[in-house]
């Protein structure tokens, strides 16, 4: 997946969200009489931050186990269950978390790729910043010319203003290219 959670991380880590300070921790309760697992081979680190979410064992995040487990707001672990929760339940299953963080690691590297050629960080991509990037990156020598940098500002520019948006860079991203 490419991806290491730990299952201390917090929901904020997890969702990209901030959390509410803690609530009061609970008051020690007896630990309940769960046979220690048999098995020895250890757990995908992904089911084990999905198991400490799921705290009633029935497979699913709810709203309300999430705001138990990260200590945020009733609002705020809807919004977070609403934002995994792709095939419409209202809670996450072991699938949608993991596409969440699938999610999250390539929505980061997109975001450094992007920053490399957004020099001044207006979270645009002139065609001088284009030029310079790709000259720094060692993609291209002298030959790349402003001209040659418009027109492909230009080709991936969708809303016609000149310069590439996150947005527009990551459409250009996706795009597959033929077989060869």
């Known amino acids: 997946m490419g991806i290491v959670v730990s299952a201390t991380a917090s929901c904020g880590d997890i969702f990209g969200r901030r959390r509410s300070p803690a609530p009061p921790a609970p008051t020690a309760t007896p630990a309940a009489s769960t046979p220690p697992p048999t098995d020895t081979t250890p757990e995908p680190e992904l089911a084990r931050v999905f198991r400490h979410l799921d705290a009633n064992g029935d ?64 979270g645009v991509i002139t065609a001088e ?5 790709l000259r720094r990156l060692g993609i291209v020598g002298e030959e790349m010319s402003a001209e ?18 996150f947005d527009e860079f990551k459409a250009m991203m996706a795009i597959k290219p033929p077989p060869a």
């Open 148 to 165: 040659r940098c418009a027109e492909i500002v230009a080709a991936v520019d969708r809303d016609d203003d000149g310069v590439i948006s």
């Open 59 to 122: 497979g699913r995040i709810s709203a309300a186990e999430m705001r138990e487990s990260c200590g945020c707001t009733a609002a705020e672990a809807e919004d977070m269950v609403a934002a995994a929760d792709r095939d419409g339940d209202g809670f996450i299953s072991l699938e949608e978390l993991g596409a969440l963080l699938e999610d999250g690691d390539k929505a980061d590297t997109l975001r450094a790729a992007f920053a490399e050629y957004d020099e001044n960080g207006d």
């Open 129 to 133: 910043e284009l030029r310079r990037a």
